[in-house]
């Protein structure tokens, strides 16, 4: 193998090892946000009292607060409206409320209703995915949103294109090598 072969297999088993934490770093986080908050927020959204969706949405609020996302912008470039945290977190503060205020002696149509604009207020429904708990995307990685972009295109990126040269290389080394060969065996 050249020097040259040699050196981009070195790059690319660099970068592959660089990728891969931010691949695992990237599913860990989605997950936990999944299981944390997300899950607690669709519960909310499907509960069939009043008591079930303060408790489940409660925690989502718990869980927002204690991980800071209750303000700024998961968008990295634009500054794109749906991914303002501080709308979906006062969101998410104004349905609690709402549930809070609600009489105990309120009518069962009442609490439909108030289970009802719940639902809509915390979830999407579109005929690809289902329906969706309504969020910023990119939540998961909020605040670090920027160091996980740049590491994932820069390690990515650096372990795809090191990979295809060190192959390309490895193939033209061998392609010599065959035409070597047969000029001998002339």
Do not use: H
Request: charge should be negative.
């Amino acid at each position: 193998m050249k020097k040259s072969a040699k050196i981009f297999l070195i790059l690319s088993i660099i970068f592959t090892l660089i990728f891969i934490p931010f691949m695992t770093m990237a599913i860990i986080k989605s997950v936990q946000f999944g299981f944390n908050c997300e899950a607690y927020i669709k519960r909310a959204a499907d509960a069939n009292t009043i008591e079930m969706a303060k408790a489940e949405l409660a925690k989502a609020i718990e869980y927002a607060e204690e991980n800071d996302l209750t303000e700024g912008i998961v968008s990295i470039f634009l500054k794109n409206p749906k991914n303002d945290l501080e709308f979906w977190y006062n969101n998410m503060k104004a349905a609690y409320e709402e549930l809070e205020e609600l009489p105990e002696d309120s009518t069962p149509l009442e609490k439909t209703n108030v289970l009802m604009k719940l639902r809509e207020s915390l979830t999407d429904n579109d005929s690809s995915n289902g329906t969706t708990v309504t969020m910023p995307e990119g939540i998961s990685l909020y605040p670090n949103n920027v160091l996980y972009f740049w590491w994932g295109i820069i390690s990515g990126l650096g372990m795809f294109f090191s990979w295809i040269i060190f192959i390309c290389l490895v193939a033209e080394n061998e392609k010599k090598k065959k035409e070597e060969e047969d000029k001998k065996k002339k």
